[in-house]
């Protein structure tokens, strides 16, 4: 199994220290780098819940914390059901993690849909049987509503050009022809063109913002006192959804430990180029 490592590792294990002496939830395990870091911190009696709607990230990371026994527990599952699942483990938290966005796995898998780098369906489902796609969505919504998906979730400036290119175009079955359509209209940008289409659609097949500040809520109510909630965020609409809410929370029972975003050092942009856009914040329960 190729080990791909996590975003701001050793920045998220400091802050999230609180779960390492009775429960630290990994609400999107990907390929298990996080958690594997938490699993190894666990101290006495403590356990680790891991949690993602992928079932191949469970498969992976299932396999990769499989020397830890009985401490470490997998579970398929929205994290929009965080309230029921740790009911199910049957643990209070004293941390919770979230390593937003696209795991690299999903990212290199053409079946997947996600990249534009080589040619796939236009699916880019998190979670195979749910039941919107992307192909749904470019294929289906109304111009007006494709636009202001383009707009809301990645700012693209061009959103309506786009858009009615798209509706021109239509039916569109393939990523890169999704990729070589967007270019021609997008207009010259610091990184590939199709960048902010694709990542608009990824995130309405999967409602990831709604979702976020729902689960930001949850996580806060679900909290022993003197426990932490740490977000590692990837675009602006996730970073500005999480503070919004960290910000929420200050104002009720919560001391927000990141004033600021913590940014990943050179360092690790250098050997891990996806590091170079997350945005880390964290929370602390204080009663």
């Known amino acids: 199994m190729i080990v791909h490592e996590p975003a701001m590792l050793e920045e998220a294990m400091g802050f999230l220290e609180p779960g390492y002496r009775r429960g630290f939830v990994d609400c999107t395990c990907g390929s298990g780098g996080h958690a594997e870091a938490a699993a190894e911190k666990l101290t006495g009696d403590a356990r680790l819940l ?4 992928d079932p191949e990230a469970c498969d992976r990371t299932r396999e990769r914390l499989r020397c830890f026994g009985e401490k470490v527990s997998v579970m398929r599952s929205d994290f929009r059901e965080l309230g029921r699942v740790t009911d199910e483990w049957g643990v209070e938290p004293d941390a919770f993690l979230f390593d937003l966005g696209v795991s690299t796995e999903q990212l290199l898998s053409p079946a997947r849909g996600f990249s534009f780098s080589s040619d796939g369906p236009l699916d880019m489902r998190m979670d195979p049987s749910s039941f919107l796609t992307a192909e749904e969505i470019v294929n289906r919504y109304p111009e007006t509503r494709l636009a202001e998906v383009l707009r809301k ?26 990729a070589e359509l967007v270019s021609r209209h997008a207009g010259r940008r610091k990184h590939h063109r199709a960048t902010k289409t694709f990542l608009a659609l990824r995130i309405e097949v999967n409602d990831e913002l709604s979702a976020l500040a729902d689960v930001l809520l949850q996580a806060a109510g679900l909290l022993r006192p003197g426990g932490r909630i740490v977000a590692i965020s990837y675009h602006s609409g996730e970073d500005r959804t999480v503070k919004i809410r960290f910000r929420e929370l200050s104002r009720s029972g919560f001391a927000v430990l990141t004033k600021k975003p913590v940014r990943p050092s050179p360092e690790e942009v250098a050997r891990n180029r996806r590091a170079r856009s997350a945005k880390m914040r964290a929370v602390e329960k204080l009663q």
Do not use: Y
């Open 50 to 53: 891991c949690l993602d709607k």
């Open 153 to 178: 979730n990645a700012d693209e400036p061009r959103a309506r050009r786009i858009a009615r290119a798209i509706v021109r175009a239509r039916p569109l079955r393939g990523t890169a022809e999704l």
